[in-house]
Nanobody, 121 residues
């Protein structure tokens, strides 16, 4: 069964940074789009950042100036570097895959259990 494993979450103070990692179990991610999503407490899941197989990236507005998504195919890992975190970034962060970053959220699959990020003073 193909599934991702997310890690790197934790508790940080506002203004802090975290780097999340996403590793797939059961396939190599070289040619796929890999996206990070998050689900804040009591809210629906939303997209954050996505990286296509060719390395091009997309970010939602709140992530554009603070988050960086990257992939290391040799390590079969996708990263999300998050800087200048604020309490609104508190959420469970998930990664998933699809053919393209242009695909709808419902098209993404192989969801992992997520990693919790808490931003609080």
């Amino acid at each position: 069964q193909v599934q991702f494993v997310e890690s790197g979450g934790g508790s940080v103070q506002p203004g802090g940074s975290l780097r999340l990692s996403c590793v797939p179990s059961g396939f190599t991610l070289d040619y796929y789009a890999i996206a990070w999503f998050r689900q804040p407490p009591g809210l629906e899941r939303e997209g954050v950042s996505c990286i296509n197989g060719d390395g091009t990236t997309e970010h939602v507005n709140f992530a554009k100036d603070r988050f960086t998504i990257s992939r290391d195919n040799a390590k079969n890992t996708v990263y999300l570097q998050m800087n200048h975190l604020n309490p609104a970034d508190t959420a469970v962060y998930y990664c998933a895959t699809s053919s393209s970053c242009q695909d709808a959220q419902d098209d993404f699959h192989s969801w992992g259990p997520g990693t919790q990020v808490i931003v609080s003073s």
